[in-house]
């Protein structure tokens, strides 16, 4: 009996040979391949052939004027060789890597399966005819069976092979031919060894990247040796604790801000070493003695040109006087402010305009109430109005009101024994009321009793209550509302802004690892990462602040999921998702027991556990968990697969 005949139709030659090859290997015994180039093809070539396979949507479309009713397609997806996927990894993680393809949407359709697939610890960047300049500094490319287009200056050009037909498309082919859907099972089953030896392998490499970057950042956070890296644009992309102590830089999170803006005196210290022909370099800080600096020129694994600058800690470190108050820094008297309006990081509209606000009220002598929940940058605003104020040179001072008893709280505003209060050294400068809600009615009167005799000091007060509504019940005095508020900022939490989530963790998470090009969606699977971004954040900023930190300490390879947050964030997970009546959780917990099995299984096992269950019934409850995102529903045979949220609602 004669074989039927597929015509495989393609852009380029190189495809149809591949194609051929692979599809030859699985049918060759049940049905007789032919090519032919999408630019040659004729209706008669078509119409001859049993079933006609386009590579892509793009061949499709040259053949569709010559298509005809008689002729039976289809149109393939295709997927990487998992075979040959595993060279990639030669390259170092974080490096750029052109992707070599025959054209720009080709190119970018590569780039964007190999992120699905779980490989994302390089920057793809689509090459292919007719693209930009490109980039001497890029070492290595990677390409898909199409080496005669790679940039001649490339060191490393890795082939993986031409993209295959995945398989719901070798399903397909057999259910069309009426083939045994076994053949569809051993592709299935070779597809799956050869991704788990995949991740095995990616898994490792990012494991050994990730424990060496947490190493190399614990040795540099505890060593004698002040360290800061800077890149060509002066920005810092590393900095240890010890530099800023010993430049007396205050400011906490500094990675990715430019080093002149911490520390003007050390603007274009790069160019300016190399101007005088020596490593060393004389700063001097206030009225401290010079401080000797060593400047080196350093390369990364991507040979991107760093600049480290190495403080000598041989010479004391530079004197600042210790906390005065408790020992719990209840009362926190500093000196001076570090925070600027560039620290308040937000993208949306409100807080935008809100701190486009807060500049205005700057340029002002008002008395200032900033109202909003913790962790909302409330005393971010305090002293980005200070620094941007004529008071900036004078002191700016800090009352934790929430967190002192009353006779604390009149200790600091009126001293005894010929002491100097608070007020006295806050003059001329700005005096922050952090928690001014927390005042009793008569700490109220005492304190607008002596507003008006006070030195010369400008109030900005914090509150997390509506002070308004305090006023109305008779637990806030409205002559001291209307004197302390003269102008009023609103802070809003994390919940009212979702797309500040990324922001902040991006600005988080690179300065606790002390890595400018850290992306925490490199770090996550795709789920836990909605789940974030979907989470109400009731500690706000804070919040996450505390998440980054606690991953770094705890998490060590692969990409984070559900299970590793900590637990009271995953309890608070769990009661947003819906109850679920006893048998849908009993047909959770089955396909959780049970992976990839589709409803006739799920039906045939809670029959023997008896449970007489419709298919129907089945399919619905399983439409119900899909759309709860608590499963996932495989296409063709794959079945059904718990989801990290389905976990969470187990637990």
């Known amino acids: ?110 780039i964007q399966l190999l992120y699905t697939l779980g490989i994302t610890q390089y920057r793809f960047i689509p090459y292919y005819p007719g693209c930009p300049e490109t980039n001497p500094g890029i070492q290595y490319a990677v390409t898909v069976g199409e080496n005669k287009l790679a940039p001649r200056n490339v060191q490393t050009l890795v082939d993986i092979g031409i993209r295959i037909a995945d398989i719901s498309t070798i399903s397909e082919i057999a259910s069309f031919f009426h083939l045994p859907l076994s053949l569809a099972d051993v592709v299935s089953l070779n597809y799956i060894n050869q991704f788990v030896q995949l991740l095995k392998i990616s898994n490792h490499q990012l494991s050994q990247a ?39 830089i205050p400011r906490s999170h500094l990675v990715g801000t430019l080093l002149k803006e911490a520390v003007p005196e050390l603007d274009g210290i790069a160019k300016r070493s190399q101007d005088q022909r020596s490593p060393f370099f004389l700063v001097c800080r206030g009225k401290e003695e010079p401080l000797k600096l060593t400047v080196q020129e350093i390369r990364d694994m991507n040979h991107r040109r760093l600049t480290m600058i190495h403080c000598h800690m041989d010479q004391p470190a530079l004197e600042r006087p210790a906390p005065e108050g408790d020992t719990e820094g209840n009362v926190i008297k500093r000196e001076g402010a570090y925070f600027r309006f560039d620290d308040y990081r937000t993208a949306n509209s409100r807080s935008l305009r809100m701190v486009e606000a807060a500049r205005r009220i700057s340029l002002t002598d008002y008395r200032v109430l900033i109202s909003g929940e913790p962790g909302t940058g409330r005393e971010v605003l305090a002293q980005a109005i200070h620094n941007n104020s004529r008071r900036s040179a004078e002191p700016f001072m800090k009352l934790n009101l929430t967190v002192l008893s009353e006779g604390q709280i009149m200790e600091e505003l009126f001293p005894g024994d010929g002491r100097e209060g608070i007020l006295n050294r806050a003059e001329g400068g700005t005096l922050y009321l952090n928690g001014i809600h927390c005042m009793s009615i008569s700490m109220q009167k005492e304190f607008l009793n002596m507003m008006d005799q006070m030195p010369d000091v400008r109030f900005i007060a914090s509150t997390e209550e509506d002070l308004y509504t305090m006023c109305q019940e008779g637990r806030f005095l409205k002559s001291l ?125 809670l029959e023997n556990e008896g449970l007489q269950v419709a298919e129907g019934k089945i399919r619905s409850i399983l439409q119900s968990l899909s759309e709860q995102g608590l499963i996932k529903v495989n296409r063709t045979r794959g079945g059904c697969e718990i989801t990290e949220t389905g976990e969470l609602q187990l637990e």
């Not at 996927?85 to 720009?104: A, M, T």
């Not at 988080?508 to 109400?536: G, H, P, V």
């Not at 954040?537 to 590793?564: A, Q």
Request: hydrophobic share 35%.
């Open 1 to 110: 009996m004669e074989k039927p005949t597929m015509l495989i139709v393609s852009q380029s030659s190189t495809t149809n040979v591949g194609m051929r090859s692979y599809l030859n290997h699985i049918f060759s015994k049940y049905i007789h391949l032919e090519t032919c180039l999408a630019a040659d093809v004729d209706t008669e070539r078509m119409e001859k052939a049993d079933l006609v396979l386009f590579s892509s949507r793009s061949a499709a479309r040259m053949a569709e004027p010559l298509m005809t009713p008689k002729i039976r397609y289809l149109i393939c997806i295709r997927t990487f060789n998992h075979t040959y996927l595993n060279r990639i990894l030669s390259i170092p993680s974080n490096s750029e890597v052109y992707l070599v393809n025959d054209s720009e949407r080709s190119a970018k359709d590569s």
């Open 210 to 248: 990730t424990n060496t970057k947490f190493i190399t950042q614990s040795i540099i956070s505890n060593i004698d040796t002040g360290i800061c890296i800077i890149d060509d644009e002066g920005k810092i992309q590393m900095i240890n604790k010890q530099f800023k102590e010993a430049l007396d």
């Open 481 to 605: 509302f209307y004197m302390i508020g003269e102008v009023s900022l609103e802070t809003f939490p994390i919940r009212q802004r979702p797309e500040d989530i990324p922001l902040l963790f991006e600005y988080f998470i690179r300065n606790i690892y002390n890595n400018s090009a850290l992306r925490w969606t490199d770090m996550c699977s795709e789920e836990l990462w909605n789940s974030l971004t979907a989470y109400s954040w009731p500690g706000n900023g804070k919040e996450i602040e505390n998440l980054c930190k606690y991953v770094y300490c705890f998490h060590s390879e692969g990409k984070l999921t559900i299970r590793d947050l900590p637990a009271y964030i995953r309890l608070q997970m769990a009661k947003k998702t819906s109850l679920l009546s006893p048998l849908e959780k009993r047909v959770l917990q089955t396909v959780a027991q049970n992976p990839k099995t589709g409803r006739a299984g799920l039906q045939e096992i």
